[in-house]
């Protein structure tokens, strides 16, 4: 491994940590596309910062297109209160034209500018370690990696102090404000560092891979935990986990590092989504499809309850009676039969002491609707466990 | 070129005259079905959807190896509806909310995007320029079986709007009491949808990924403002929508260095901004002159009343009073003195003031009915 190649690495996993941090709270605030707002909006902030300043890396480019991200934000707000429009068409309206403010400010200086739009949205991590930064005359080191980890340590300085706040003012708003901190304060607070965020890490990645390093780790973090602290933690290690990946993946494919960035996010994400424990795709269908059964086993011990003919009680006369197709009354049937709810004697189904009070217990829940009741209920007939 | 050589180009200069026939088209598609998508909150889907499209036409060029825009358009086509439908799988089938499923599938399907179309560019065959156009839109590359192929589109589309105005405007409204009047909401829920997704498609080549969003909502927002009634909305979106197209076009076309998309959308950004401030009933402007109207309505019932306070002391109800007495009291100005008088309720004469009989009654009755001349 080269140097550069080491400090691509580095630069990306800083990238990914930053992002990571922001995107949680905004995740969990419901802001997300928020992100993907400010990620175009700083575009004239930018190209005017880059007037006045030639360099992608100045700070007060780095402010300037910040202060455009924050902008954005309020004139969302500012739409948004004034009751003519929803919340997302209020972001739809304001950051297209931001954006093609900016577009259109680069194409009419095109001659004496050297930015391209491109850059702005997709940013090239290759050439990152290019462009160094000289402390008297000696290099200690990209410049993009200094204004990142620079970001990365505010990021978390504020993290740690406001940890609290945040936390409460992200799940709670009305009891954050009775407790004293004002949640304005806190989510101005929030835009800031993610608007910061975005545009110190656009040169290096580029604006796209700032809102999926935002979004992404937090939503597959969001799927596993429910714990805020956990939360933070495996969106920090998906994020990291997909940026050295990314990287070689793209050394591999010879193609952009933003991009198999990305798509590693997106394999993370996909992999999180169909299989996390409780709340994957997979996990969520079987459940359905448990939870389906659980009710026809009910209906049918009801069924039985109810009928003390024989002809009712028939084996195959279940089938037109509950309209149940064969399948699905065979996999109820056995299921009943091997918790010991009902025996068959002669093809003629009966409740046994334990299908009778179960059934009773069952009415009585459905009556009364008091969850704890059916968790008694799972406890003392191991259902679908057995 | 100024804007008088442009109009006598339009009907004569074939580029021009595609290029603006095609942004028209666009807008007003854009318009019709940008009126659903406000109103059923999905105002973000179009910004999803429209970098979503975009691995689609990456691959679609990696499978036929052509530039060929109506094959790029139905990969674009296939790869916005799977982001259509995993941004429902998530939304349904887990907790995260929609604006993380619209991120996540926006910034994934574009990064991925991303990655396809810089490794097309590293491959050997020199046929891959050209395919970036699809990110900012390139409204000059269109030809006349584009707008055809537009014109065809927008056809469709108006032919299963009224087709289904019915189902649609049911669903849009009343979700609920479709489903329990029978019709499958399923269908006319992904039929809405896939034509949103559409209509994104088809206008990636002229304005790009990036601004697709704002060519769907622009024109539906600025409509909403003037109308209450969903076929009017729909009327006004095309036509804003096709004129922010038309004017759009005129613009960057008199100027050097300026490319269409970001002007149409800004076009179409004024429009919006002026239906907010001038719509008559919902807009900006009206809104706060009826407050201060209201307002002064206010000021002038209470020095009324503060007036019939002082009458009521007296028996002569006529009795009159210095101005001075008034000048405690805060809602008193010398305008709604005048106006008061101009209302017949109050006289005036010199320094002295006193109330009239149809003052007094006015007074009396002033918290128990709406007064009738309601000004």
Known sequence: MSNAQIEIQIIASLVAIACAIPGTFLVLRKMAMISDAISHSILPGIVIGFFITHDLNSPLLILLAALTGIITVVLVEYIQKTGLVKEDTAIGLVFPILFSIGVIMIAKNANDVHLDIDAVLLGELAFAPFDRLMIAGSDVGPKSMWIIGSILVITITLLIAFFKELKVSTFDAGLASALGFSPVIMHYGLMSVASVTTVGAFDAVGAILVVALMIAPAAAAYLITTDLKKMLLYAICFGVFSAISGYWMAHWLDASIAGSITTMLGLLFLSVYLFAPSKGIIAVMYREKQQRIEVSLLTFLLHLQNHDEIEERHVNHLNEHINWQKVRSKTVLDLALKNNMISIDNKVVSLTEKGKTFTLKAIDYIITNEDSQIEDMKDDFFLFRG | ?375
């Open chain 2, 1 to 375: 070129m100024d804007l008088q050589e442009y109009f006598s180009l339009v009907f004569t200069d074939y580029t021009l005259r595609t290029i603006t026939l095609g942004t028209a088209i666009l807008g007003a598609v854009c318009g019709m079905l940008g009126s659903f998508a406000v109103l059923r909150k999905q105002s973000l889907l179009g910004d999803a959807i429209s970098h979503a499209a975009l691995p689609g036409i990456a691959i679609a060029f990696l499978i036929t190896g052509a530039k060929e825009s109506n094959t790029l358009l139905i990969g674009a086509l296939v790869s916005g509806l799977i982001g259509t439908f995993w941004i429902r799988g998530i939304i349904t089938k887990t907790h995260l909310k929609s604006d993380t499923a619209l991120g996540l599938i926006l910034s994934l399907f574009f990064g991925f995007g991303m990655l396809l179309l810089t490794f097309i560019q590293k491959q050997p065959n020199a046929n891959q320029a050209g395919l970036d156009k699809y990110l900012f839109g390139q409204a000059a590359t269109l030809v006349e079986s584009d707008v055809w192929f537009m014109a065809i589109v927008a056809g469709l589309c108006l032919f299963v709007l009224l087709l289904f105005w019915k189902e649609f405007k049911l669903l849009l409204f009343d979700a609920d009491y479709t489903k329990t009047l029978g019709f499958n909401t399923k269908f006319i829920d992904i039929l809405i949808t896939s034509f949103i997704v559409l209509a994104i498609v088809l206008g990636l080549q002229t304005v790009g990924v990036v601004l697709m969003s704002a060519m769907l909502l622009a024109p539906a927002a600025a409509a909403r403002q003037w109308t209450n009634s969903l076929s009017v909305m729909v009327i006004l979106a095309s036509v804003f929508g096709a004129f922010a197209g038309v004017f759009g076009t005129t613009i960057s076309a008199s100027q050097n260095n300026l490319s269409t998309g970001p002007v149409i959308v800004i076009v179409a950004g004024v429009f919006v901004l002026i239906s907010f401030v001038f719509s008559p009933s919902r807009g900006l402007l009206f809104r706060q002159i009826r407050l201060i109207k209201n307002r002064r309505d206010l000021e002038l019932h209470k020095t009324l009343a503060f007036m019939y306070h002082i009458a009521e002391t007296h028996d002569d109800i006529s009795h009159p009073h210095t101005v001075k007495i008034l000048n405690n009291f805060q809602g008193y100005t010398r305008s709604t003195l005048k106006k008061l008088v101009d209302r017949n309720y109050v006289t005036l004469d010199g320094q002295m003031w006193s109330l009239t009989e149809n003052g007094f009654n006015t007074a009396s009755n002033l918290y128990n009915q709406q007064s009738d001349n309601n000004e």
